[in-house]
């Protein structure tokens, strides 16, 4: 088949470039300026996909973005990319595509029989079936996403490279088509900064390919050639807006190669993601037209009367040569007419009784046999329309009756009226008002949401004709363009014919013989999700009356075209049958995006590496030498282990936690937070921050310190120093790092703001290396200046001096309980630091270790982890800590809330430690502590393990856990129940498995 | 995506900040004579405005200053932003 249906001339094609493509691994050709849709009607191809439910052969409705039913596979292997729209493929050589929704084949589909028993698939199907017993949707869920999927995800990276920018403009233009046009073209003549976006390749709108007057096209021509010459504009063709969010912030989707093939945009991105502040933003988004409901009005061939227009005006290809126009309205007419000019046989059948003269005498004298107060009854036709049979319709045009005739038909081009595309309007926050006259939903502006300004011009405000267009445009140019302080000086309009929607006459359910949902016959009014008019009526049988209700009931309005070609059909017929007027039914929400785009485009550049920063210590150079296994803590890469040849995890753990306690280890400690805090008030100011007294502490000398919210929940801990009298150094968790600088300023800001107090985090200021063992002494004392013995540096204190050459701060803490230095240089002398240790730490046994060894030495002794062994529902009390709570302070945050019925409660959750009977089993973290142990869930917790280790220095595993009443239980028998089904006693336990005189840590 | 005038910086988009609910909460500082009720008033209840609220939010991403904001919360009008202890725009009017 070569381009049967291709006229000889007309259109925007280029005819001497035929690009050859395939679908379903047949070959064709098109030309050049063809979407995949009017290439393969130019080759008669009227069958495209299955539907989503019932699997029914379905074609072509739409020529634009609209499309529901011809949805593609594109391309194959990583460029692949499901649900396109071939309506809005803009066609290239060597394009491949593949219909979607069928098995084994298109022209033979085993899902066909849903359609047979769509009795037994009513709205609601799955709902009501799969609902019950609950455990077995997962047995279901495989064979319904199976049977009713769309198209296939890609299984490889996307090879493709996106973009995203921001821009900023005064007036930004939605469209265009001779509204946006018009409105382009006036504010772009005084000095505002002007961005028009239009989906298409080309600008034009509906009048794309249509001649209107020769004073239009020399305007069209003028106009755009001039905004593309216009330094203050920026004009995005094929770029679509994809969502209004506040204060006019827009997001819109340029496709900047797809056009082009994949692979051959060059250097250039795939896709660009704009989002763009405007002031002022003029929607000319155009209208949409809505398809009547009549008897099985599925079948491939029948479209929308405006696509079988674009077909012709804009493709050069003529849908069919025997076209059935169906209408309600008069803009059908041109249709008709335009069709019969390009050598269609047409028949005309209109709901009206009554239609102007002029549009039947202009199809009489054209030869077009016209039917008025008659309606199509039935489709034939199952992969194809083959004919229609129609029939007049009743007084109250509920009904039909008498003489039947059959019109031998390919194509039924109908129209239901023009649906005003609000849909940007109602995603700005504005709500729509019912337009009796058009029989459709327009953009109320007394309703609109003010930090929104924006105004609606064109079509989308339901000015049908294009002189109305013009008008409404420059008029909204001039008063944007205005409204952000500028004058324009727009141009004379040219004159055009007068068109649009013309006469209407509502019929939102067209009879058939049968009545609605008796018979064969199905009424859709969503294509895309398979729901017909009797859905409609099953939704209302049983109570789901409202629009929200009827939305998510029968899917209507759903999937990805958002219902745009159903919703108001959904709406009306959903009245008729509650005898309602249209707006009592309401509206469902526009949600963006108005149509769908690719998750490469909203990332843009940041994938792969760029996706989230990786924060490295000054020495994270070194730990990649040692061999470290890094681990996330936050965005920080820290070193996880450091095994050596042939070690897994577990023996390299298990060595590491070893030579802490028997010679020297040394961590990376740098990721700890540290804020530096300085002022009059910085000690009064501690004492509110910690529950423990810090006006006491000496200069030098350092302190643990518990930080609570409110409700009396710990969320962070750790070391602070005191530095001079108005000088601490404060360290926090490694995640916790920015939270508590933000909690410590909203402190000072908005309770405190007499308080002189700053505080600046210096966490990238210090490099910190951390020496814990018996060795820690006198591998420090070979490097530095500063005396290490007992009596000059004792636990908690801080002293200043050298260390391997380099000035350094040297606090004696300890998260190990061992003997230990954190030795804190200046982030610069980090890595030479780091060697310097290394390299003199040979002669002392010095083992690197990582952090999962700094979890096990530290649970050995107890030492909690904020965020592991608290979860922000513990109080220093649960923790058994209240040696830190001060009890002579006045006032501390959190304090209040100690003395509350709940955190006062007997039965709370308690620190404690376990020891399971058998000390080579390891708990898994998370399990849970239960009261009875039962073959199944639910069993009644009395707590969970919250770290779990195997030590090696206890020789056994040990675990801590939030145990109810936990502290009165020490001694106890407790069970665990595990995922697996197996259970393990444990004896409850205080939680220090080493050294519990604390004897070594201040060796 | 709100634009948000920062009394210190000026005008900036809604991600460079953050917000902290209701503003004009203060701490009682007499907290262990307070009753459990009045305690918990301050600790968990807020007012949960339809209409005019006044809120703190906190230039997160740029001056780390915080300050509170005029706006209604039907139509995300905001009507004025100012630092902290200085009176609220219309407070004698829109007192609760």
């Known amino acids: 088949m070569t381009q049967a249906q291709r006229l000889d001339s007309g259109g925007l094609i280029d005819r001497s470039k035929p690009l050859r493509f395939t679908f379903d691994g047949k070959p064709y050709t098109g030309y050049a300026g063809d979407t995949l849709a009017s290439a393969l009607l130019a080759n008669g191809v009227r069958l495209l996909g299955r539907s989503f439910k019932y699997h029914r052969p379905r074609g072509l409705i739409a020529a634009g973005s609209e499309e529901p039913n011809a949805l593609v596979q594109l391309e194959e292997g990583a460029y692949t990319e499901p649900n396109t729209r071939a309506t809005s493929v803009e066609l290239y050589d060597g394009l491949v595509a593949t219909s979607q929704n069928r098995w084994p084949s298109l022209e033979f589909d085993v899902g066909a029989v849903n359609s047979a028993l769509s009795r037994f698939l009513p709205a609601g199907f799955y709902y009501k079936t799969f609902m019950w017993p609950a455990s077995m949707w997962m047995t279901y869920e495989k064979f319904i996403r199976k049977a009713a999927g769309l198209g296939v995800s890609p299984t490889e990276p996307d090879p493709d490279v996106y973009h995203s920018t921001y821009a900023h403009c005064d007036v930004l233009v939605i469209g265009a088509g001779p509204a946006g046009l018009a409105a382009a073209a006036a504010a772009a003549t005084s000095d505002a900064r002007v961005m028009l976006v239009d989906e298409q390749s080309v600008p034009g709108g509906a009048t794309t390919g249509r001649t209107l007057s020769d004073a239009y096209t020399q305007w069209f021509e003028q106009s755009v050639s001039q905004l593309h010459n216009n330094d203050n504009v920026t004009f995005l063709p094929r770029t679509t807006l994809t969502g209004y969010f506040d204060y006019n912030y827009l997001t819109a989707v340029e496709k900047i190669t797809d056009h082009l093939g994949p692979g051959r945009g060059a250097d250039k991105p795939r896709q660009r993601f704009w989002k763009i502040r405007a002031k002022q933003v003029i929607i000319a988004a155009g209208s949409i037209e809505r398809p009547l409901v009549f008897a099985d009005n599925d079948r491939p061939g029948v479209m929308l009367a405006n696509a079988v227009d674009t077909y012709i005006n804009r493709y050069g290809v003529l849908p069919g040569n025997d076209i059935a126009v169906f209408t309600n309205n008069d803009s059908a007419y041109l249709t008709a007419l335009n069709a019969s000019a390009n050598g269609a046989k047409v028949t005309m059948v209109d709901t009206r009784k009554s239609v102007n003269a002029g549009l039947t005498s202009a199809c009489e004298d054209a030869g077009i046999k016209v039917f008025t107060g008659h309606a199509i009854t039935s489709v034939q036709g199952a992969k194809g329309v083959s004919s229609v049979r129609i029939m007049p319709l009743s007084d109250d045009s509920k009904s039909v009756a008498g003489q039947a005739w059959e019109i031998k038909c390919q194509i039924v081009a109908n129209s239901g009226g023009w649906t005003p595309s609000a849909h940007m309007f109602s995603q700005s926050g504005g709500k729509l008002r019912y337009d009796n006259a058009i029989h459709g939903f327009v953009p109320d502006m007394s309703k609109a949401k003010s930090i929104n300004p924006n105004v609606s011009a064109g079509a989308c405000n339901g000015s049908f004709s294009t002189a109305k267009c013009l008008q409404e445009g420059s008029q909204a140019g001039v008063a944007a363009a205005a409204a952000c302080g500028y004058q324009s000086t727009p141009g004379a309009l040219p004159a055009v014919e007068e068109d649009g929607l013309g006469g209407i006459e509502a019929m939102w359910l067209v009879p058939t013989v049968h009545p609605v949902g008796e018979g064969s016959a199905k009424h859709f009014h969503d294509f895309q999700n398979d729901v017909t008019a009797a859905d409609i009526h099953l939704a209302a049988r049983e109570g789901f009356l409202s629009v929200e209700h009827l939305k998510r009931y029968t899917t209507t309005g759903m999937a990805t075209d958002q219902g745009k070609t159903s919703n108001l059909n959904a709406l009306a017929i959903m009245a008729d049958i509650r005898g309602a007027q249209i707006p009592e039914v309401g509206t469902t929400t526009f949600r963006p995006p108005f149509t769908p785009l690719t998750f490469g485009a909203i990332g843009g550049q940041e994938s792969g590496e760029l996706f989230i920063q990786e924060r490295h210590t000054p020495m994270h150079g070194c730990h990649v030498q040692s061999g470290a296994v890094f681990e996330d803590v936050g965005d920080w890469k820290r070193p996880w282990y450091y095994p050596k040849a042939g070690e897994d995890m577990h023996a390299a753990v298990q060595r590491e936690s070893l030579a802490v306690r028997q010679s020297v280890g040394m961590l990376d400690a740098s990721t700890l937070g540290k804020i530096d805090i300085q002022g009059r008030d910085a000690a009064a100011f501690l004492e509110m921050i910690y529950t423990n007294n810090w006006k006491n502490l000496g200069v030098g000398r350092c302190r643990y310190g518990l930080m609570l919210n409110e409700h009396g929940m710990i969320f962070d801990d750790g070391v602070t120093t005191r530095l001079a009298d108005d000088h601490f150094h404060m360290t926090t968790t490694t995640g916790g790092a920015a939270r508590v600088l933000g909690w410590l300023e909203e402190w000072l800001q908005t309770e405190w703001p007499e308080m002189q107090v700053y505080c600046t985090s210096v966490t990238e200021q210090w490099a910190v290396a951390a020496l814990n063992g018996p060795r820690a002494r006198e591998l420090l004392q070979s490097v530095t200046d500063i005396d290490c013995s007992a009596e000059a540096f004792p636990f908690m204190s801080m002293r200043e001096g050298k260390v391997a050459g380099i000035p350094a701060r040297v606090f004696r803490i300890s998260f190990t309980g061992e003997l230990a230095y954190e030795i804190n240089v200046p982030a610069r002398y980090g890595r030479q630091l780091w060697q310097a240790l290394q390299q003199a730490g040979k002669a002392h046994s010095l083992c690197l270790y990582g952090t999962e060894t700094m979890h096990v030495i530290r649970a050995e002794k107890g030492f909690i982890i904020v965020g592991q062994d608290t979860d922000g529902t513990v109080t220093p009390l649960d923790m058994d800590m209240d040696w830190i709570v001060s009890k002579t302070k006045p006032d501390f945050i959190g304090k209040r809330s100690f003395v509350r019925s709940d955190t006062n409660r007997q039965g709370r959750p308690q620190f404690v430690g376990l020891l399971t009977k058998d000390p080579q089993v390891v708990l898994p973290e998370g399990a849970h502590i239960v009261a009875e142990v039962k073959d199944a869930p639910p069993m009644k917790t009395l707590g969970h393990v919250t770290s779990s280790y195997m030590s090696p220095n206890a020789e056994r595993s040990i675990a801590l856990a939030l145990l109810n009443n936990g502290l009165q239980r020490k001694g106890d028998t407790v069970t665990i129940r595990l995922m697996n089904g197996d259970v393990v006693d444990a004896i409850v336990t205080d939680p220090v498995f080493i050294d519990k005189e604390g004897v070594r840590v201040r060796g | ?96």
């Not at chain 2, 953050?18 to 909460?25: L, R």
């Not at chain 2, 004579?33 to 009045?38: A, P």
């Open chain 2, 1 to 96: 995506m709100f634009i948000i005038d920062c009394p210190y910086c000026g005008k900036r988009d809604q991600t460079e900040f953050s917000c902290h609910g209701e503003a004009h909460i203060a701490r009682p500082t007499d907290t262990q004579n307070l009753t459990d009720e009045q305690w918990g008033e301050y600790v968990f209840f807020r007012s949960n405005t339809k209409g005019l609220h006044r809120e703190r939010w906190v230039h997160t991403h740029g001056c780390r200053r915080w300050f509170n904001a005029l706006r209604n919360t039907v139509t995300d009008e905001i009507f004025a932003t100012y630092r902290v202890g200085e009176v609220p725009p219309g407070a004698a009017e829109s007192q609760p």
